[in-house]
């Protein structure tokens, strides 16, 4: 069993917090995976009152008192894909998923992202393992647990490669400064570690976790959920794709059951 690097045990510990402190916008996916919305900017508001200006000097301000009218506009223009009032509504989501979802979510442009380096900081000591349900289609366990264990075994060994490796190499590092033979640590980044974990990190897989803050507005944040909710998305950012639009649709009730109204909103699985 793989033994938590101190960085990963601190993350896991802010995960518990996190969904203790926010349950209807935090997730857990699988055994490692994360996610919540962390911030949002704007409302339904926001989207009536940048609609109206071609149209009226009527503004709100609070999304609770919505008229017909009011409502009946959203609709119209989600309906009728009017994308730039949508485009005024931010969202911030945190998540920590593998490196191989985020390369696929990484390719929605328009969206603004800050990842966890493995150049400053030594990579998350958990991958991702696929549970049965990941492994199977319609009974066919594509994947066997006796795979899956030498999957694991595997990637335990990486890991190890990576943690021993780093450990000699500061080692040598101290013992060195020590003998005089290289020059005193002057404070910010040490050249010698980072260079050392950039070379190490050469040796991480993509089914090793990652961290990223995700800001988005909100006709992209729609573009991602018709996209990676379909069936022909792959499993696991589907799993991701439909976190993220249950923690929105708890923060936006109004618009998420205007866009299932009008068949906007993902296919989900209590809905199919
Ligand atoms: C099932 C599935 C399989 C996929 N397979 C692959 C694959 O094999 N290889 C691969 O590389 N990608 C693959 N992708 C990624 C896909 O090609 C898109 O890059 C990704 O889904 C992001 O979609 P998007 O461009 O709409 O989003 P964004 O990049 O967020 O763009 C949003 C919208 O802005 C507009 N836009 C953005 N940039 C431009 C531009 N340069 N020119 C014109 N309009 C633009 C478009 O209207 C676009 O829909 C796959 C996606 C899915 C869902």
Redesign the pocket.
Known sequence: MLEANEGTREIMEEIQTRMARNPDRARRIGTFGFIELEDTWGDETTILNTARVSTSNRRLSDPSTLSDKDRSLLEHLLSEEHGTPFETVWFRYRFIAPIFVLR?WV?????TWNEFSMRYRKPISAFYVPDTKARTIEGFEVMTQEQTDRYVSLMETVNRFYEEEYETICQKIDGLRLQGSLPPKTGGRDPYRARARELLRCAMPVSNYSDVYWTVNFR?LM?FFN??T?E??QYEIREYALAAYDVFGHAFPLLRSIMEKIGKAPITPASS
């Open positions: 696929q390719k929605h442009r328009v969206s992209s573009n996209l990676r379909k022909t998305a």
